[in-house]
């Protein structure tokens, strides 16, 4: 049976004017893709390529939105331009998502800092070094990025950490970084750096108020887990 294309659907099924009739929030994650990327390929539909590919994995659109351009060219019909639209829809989506939380938030507890961390670091494939920066009432200054490591490791300077903390004026500071890997738990080298921030932080009556490993879905906090 032949196939039928997007042109040939009945015009309430197709994924433009469907939501012109009912609104976005009536199409699936594939029909929404499928409007970015325009087209499918000669075997079918854009909707329909678009479904395999959510597909691939997991139908989770955080992990689609972890893939590079070489990710989406193993697919009949993906070009450089269809993978950087859909690439670039995804950015858009966290960075949304990062304005929802107010600039001046107040931390009361690391799954605060967890929430504003996570959409900065979640779809990484290398290690990220940051500093939250907070004022005497816990509320943020600023956030820093310290260093940018390879997959394997982060190398962040003690000193750099704290002449941010000096520049910035704040008394209190919290440590984050992700771990590409999945795993939360801390390394050896990890809990050797929180005390070595701790200590040198002290002697500026800076304080350290968590360390926080960020991966996608989960977090460990260096306070909570009493390490701090």
Same mark, same amino acid.
């Given at each position: 049976?032949?196939?039928?294309?997007?042109?040939?659907?009945?015009?309430?099924?197709? =994924?433009?004017?469907?939501?012109?009739?009912?609104?976005?929030?009536?199409?699936? *994650?594939?029909?929404?893709? &499928?409007?970015?990327?325009?087209?499918?390929?000669?075997?079918?539909?854009? !909707?329909?390529?678009?479904? /395999?590919?959510? %597909?691939?994995?997991?139908?989770?659109?955080?992990? +689609?939105?972890?893939?590079? !351009?070489? *990710?989406?060219?193993?697919?009949?019909?993906?070009? #450089?331009?269809?993978?950087?639209?859909?690439? &670039?829809?995804?950015? +858009?989506?966290?960075?949304?998502?990062?304005?929802?939380? #107010?600039?001046?938030?107040?931390?009361?507890?690391?799954? *605060?800092?967890?929430?504003?961390?996570? =959409?900065?670091?979640?779809?990484?494939?290398?290690?990220?070094?940051? !500093?939250?920066?907070?004022?005497?009432?816990?509320?943020?200054?600023?956030?820093?990025?310290?260093?940018?490591?390879?997959?394997?490791?982060?190398?962040? *300077?003690?000193? %750099?950490?704290?002449?941010?903390?000096?520049?910035?004026? &704040?008394?209190?500071? &919290?440590?984050?970084?992700?771990?590409?890997?999945? %795993? =939360? /738990?801390?390394?050896?080298?990890?809990?050797?750096?929180?005390?070595?921030?701790?200590?040198?932080?002290?002697?500026?009556?800076?304080?350290?108020?968590?360390?926080?490993?960020?991966?996608?879905?989960?977090?460990?906090?260096?306070?909570?887990?009493?390490?701090?």
């Amino acid at each position: 049976m032949e196939k039928l294309t997007i042109n040939q659907w009945a015009e309430e099924d197709r =994924p433009r004017e469907k939501m012109m009739l009912k609104g976005a929030e009536a199409l699936s *994650d594939a029909e929404l893709l &499928a409007i970015l990327i325009g087209s499918g390929n000669t075997e079918e539909s854009a !909707v329909s390529l678009m479904q /395999r590919v959510l %597909s691939t994995c997991g139908n989770d659109l955080n992990q +689609l939105g972890k893939w590079e !351009v070489q *990710d989406f060219s193993s697919f009949k019909g993906f070009g #450089p331009a269809k993978s950087i639209t859909i690439m &670039a829809a995804l950015e +858009l989506g966290k960075r949304r998502k990062l304005q929802e939380r #107010p600039e001046r938030a107040t931390i009361h507890s690391s799954k *605060d800092i967890y929430e504003i961390f996570h =959409p900065l670091l979640c779809d990484l494939t290398h290690e990220e070094f940051w !500093v939250l920066l907070l004022n005497q009432a816990s509320r943020v200054i600023d956030k820093s990025r310290i260093s940018r490591g390879g997959i394997d490791q982060t190398t962040a *300077d003690v000193r %750099s950490i704290l002449r941010e903390a000096l520049i910035q004026r &704040a008394t209190q500071i &919290a440590l984050i970084h992700n771990h590409p890997s999945g %795993s =939360p /738990r801390p390394s050896t080298d990890d809990q050797r750096l929180t005390q070595l921030v701790q200590k040198g932080a002290q002697t500026m009556n800076i304080r350290l108020i968590d360390h926080v490993i960020v991966t996608d879905g989960k977090y460990y906090s260096f306070n909570d887990e009493g390490m701090i």
